[in-house]
């Protein structure tokens, strides 16, 4: 109750303009608050990646480079080395579109990028403006391996069969895979070459993803197709297609093909995956994210992801991912 000698403190009901003010000001304050988290996150340095990390995925949501995100965004979560880590999409061009805004996010020391070799024959075949040079190298990760397949009720039976089919009639043999510069068209081309043909002369229909390959083969639209194992397997072990080898350079023991090179034709290729950082971080914030990713690999999750995908450890780190960067840049501009 009030006291008779202390002036109310009851309140007229509010007006509708009274109400409208009061929530304009709620609002107001929530941006605030929203904006200064962002903030806080986004400055300062390699600390911030562990509060709040960006996976940024280069392709659509269900690629390779996609899986290797949302991977790396579990175990990061599960074993708790970052606080909250998201998977941000930007598809196209073989992975250059994303590189083009990413490497216009310059000291943004808490979001990183999937990439890999299928990245360095697109930045080649589209001529594009940014290279990798303009980013951070922060790791290799892991390779996957590419496999040859036709429909099952393909006459071929062999890789030798494709190999005089596709020669005796190159025109009209359709071979798809992956986007223009994918690891798929340079293990294509180079199986071209293999058979006696010029590369330019091959049939090559490029799709965005493996369930686009695998409807285009059990359609007729293509011949055969280049792509990763995981890809297709679904649809190899349901009967749907036949696998004629895989393009490691060694047998693999989760596949059970034989290489390119067990068959006699030279080619051997892997579609490995790293991650790398934006340009304009301070070796501080690049310490901190290879520190990041050293313990991602180190967890029960990731080696749970590279027996389930097939996957191959080959990480390395630091300068040591960045000198076999610039070896795998050579070796794809001469593909």
């Not at 990760?141 to 005089?164: E, G, K, N, R, W």
């Not at 297609?241 to 290489?259: E, F, G």
Request: glycine residues 10%.
């Amino acid at each position: 109750m009030s006291s008779p000698d202390r002036p109310s403190t009851a309140r007229a009901p509010w007006s509708p303009l009274r109400k409208a003010a009061a929530a304009l000001a709620a609002v107001a304050c929530a941006a605030v608050v929203v904006v200064g988290v962002g903030d806080a996150a986004s400055s300062g340095g390699g600390a911030d990646a562990r509060a709040q990390l960006t996976l940024i995925a280069p392709a659509a949501a269900g690629g390779g480079w996609d899986g290797a995100a949302r991977e790396a965004q579990q175990a990061l979560r599960s074993e708790g080395i970052v606080n909250n880590t998201t998977v941000v999409n930007i598809p196209g061009a073989g992975g250059t579109i994303g590189l083009s805004q990413f490497s216009g996010m310059t000291g943004e020391s808490a979001t990183m990028m999937i990439m890999g070799i299928t990245m360095l024959g697109a930045i080649n075949i589209n001529g594009s403006d940014v290279d990798l040079g303009d980013v951070t190298p922060i790791a290799r990760l892991a390779d996957d391996y590419d496999v040859v397949v036709v429909p099952a009720d393909s006459p071929i039976q062999t890789l030798d069969d494709l190999m005089t089919a596709w020669r005796t009639d190159p025109q009209h043999f359709a071979f798809g895979g992956g986007s223009l510069g994918s690891v798929d068209q340079m293990i294509v081309s180079r199986m071209a070459r293999e058979n006696g043909m010029d590369p330019n002369a091959v049939n090559y229909i490029a799709y965005s993803g493996g369930g686009e390959l695998a409807t285009s083969l059990l359609s007729g639209t293509i011949k055969a197709s280049v792509s990763g194992y995981e890809d297709f397997v679904d649809q190899i072990e349901a009967g749907n297609l036949r696998a004629l080898a895989v393009s490691a350079p060694a047998p693999v023991d989760s596949i059970d093909l034989p290489t390119l090179v067990e068959l006699g034709y030279d080619v051997t290729l892997t579609n490995w995956r790293g991650i790398v950082a934006p340009p304009g971080i301070t070796d501080a914030q690049r310490d901190e994210l290879e520190a990041i990713v050293t313990e991602l690999v180190a967890t029960p999750q990731w080696r749970d992801a590279l027996e389930r995908n097939r996957w191959t450890d080959t990480f390395a780190v630091g300068d040591d991912f960045a000198q076999s960067l610039d070896a795998e840049t050579e070796f794809v501009n001469g593909i």
